[in-house]
């Protein structure tokens, strides 16, 4: 990874930076490449919301942010994944390059991986299993890393990128364990992960510096994820869901699972997650009427971004970024 720069103390002084400039050519380069190998596909691109009466609950400790909609309660989105479900009555596959804002606890300024505002590459596709988006994510990543090595190789140079560390990755043969097996490893390492929770940051960041390909980590348990991820049937307890690490300890790339679609099911889960099904009016009229069945995923793009070129932070990979607690433009 390349050193780290202070964070900018305006924009320009960001802006101007040739690190900087490089990086967001790399990324420009990478959303092309995303829209080429998707609309290539068959999937549909759509613009995503940017607010409404609910967004994604799962989200790992940070705070929505309440709007005032002509006299309601509306959320910016943290996550546009009901919204993903939804648009599958209109088209088959479908992708969206969705903007979404959490506001991070301030503890996680420090982990070069957390931005307050971001951008992300969301995929969902209708009647599809886990091992389906997995494929699909896999392909994604390895023809969009494989893009920029061929496009942009004084770019990935001025930023002091080995593209030998992508030999692997080009190859799209990514590795798989459970999160079982990944938290074993990490208590074994010394690190006190709760078996019964998500990967917590310290913890994918040791497994991810020990691989050196990317690699998914599938069946979280029951409790640890929200309530749209769907129980797998023949395993009560296990969700049908996983994460897709980077290697060389840059941390979790993506987030995905097959989709619960089922009414009654989703307002057991979300009582069992804490959510007021209330608060979901319109989502569960829809699933009482009939949402398809679905597995996606979402790709951090700035994290992404951060992988390809060997940045240290996530910030360095926004032309205007937000760090948790820090004022910026």
């Known amino acids: 990874m390349t050193s780290t720069l202070a964070f900018p103390s305006s924009p320009d ?6 690190s900087t400039r490089a990086t967001l050519r790399v990324q420009s380069r990478m959303l092309a490449a ?22 994604d609950p799962g989200i790992r400790g ?23 479900q939804a648009s599958l009555l209109a088209f088959d596959k479908i992708f969206y390059i969705a903007p979404n804002v959490r506001l991070e606890p301030l503890e996680t300024a420090v982990t070069h991986r957390h931005l307050a505002e971001f951008h992300q ?29 061929r496009a942009l190789p004084d770019d990935l140079d001025l930023l002091g990128r080995d593209t030998d560390a992508f030999r692997e990755v080009v190859q799209g043969v ?25 990967i917590d940051w310290q913890g994918e960041e040791i497994i991810s510096a020990k691989s050196s390909r990317p690699f998914f980590v599938v069946d979280y348990p ?8 769907r129980e797998d049937p023949e395993q009560p307890g296990v969700l049908r869901n996983f994460d897709l690490i980077a290697p060389e300890g840059y941390g979790e790339l993506a987030s995905g699972s097959e989709r619960e679609y089922d ?12 959510e007021n099904p209330a608060k979901y009016g319109w989502y569960l009229d829809l699933a009482r009427r009939g949402i398809p069945a679905s597995s996606g995923f979402g790709i ?3 994290r992404f971004t951060r992988y390809v070129t060997g940045r240290t932070a996530a910030w360095e990979a926004s032309a205007y970024p937000k760090v948790p607690g820090v004022v910026s433009a």
Do not use: N
Not at 37 to 50: A, C, I, M, N
Not at 62 to 84: N, P
Not at 222 to 229: A, L, M, N, P
């Open 121 to 149: 590459i969301d995929v969902e596709i209708r009647d599809a299993r886990r091992e389906d988006a997995m494929e699909v994510a896999e392909q994604l990543v390895a023809y969009v890393v494989d893009e920029v090595v």
């Open 13 to 18: 002084q960001h802006l101007m930076r040739e």
């Open 62 to 84: 940070s705070k929505q942010v309440d709007v005032d909609f002509y006299g309601h309660k509306y959320k910016l989105m943290t996550s546009a994944i009901l919204y993903k």
């Open 174 to 198: 990514f590795g798989r364990t459970s999160h079982q097996e990944a938290t074993a490893d990490l208590v074994a390492l010394g690190h006190p992960q709760d078996p019964g929770a998500e």
């Open 222 to 229: 029951k409790g640890s994820r929200g309530f749209y991820d």
């Open 300 to 302: 951090g793009l700035e």
């Open 263 to 274: 009414y009654a099911a989703l307002v057991t889960r979300m009582r069992e997650t804490g």
């Open 34 to 55: 995303t829209r080429a190998f998707l609309t290539g596909r068959g999937f549909q691109e759509l613009l995503p919301p940017v607010i409404g009466p609910v967004t």
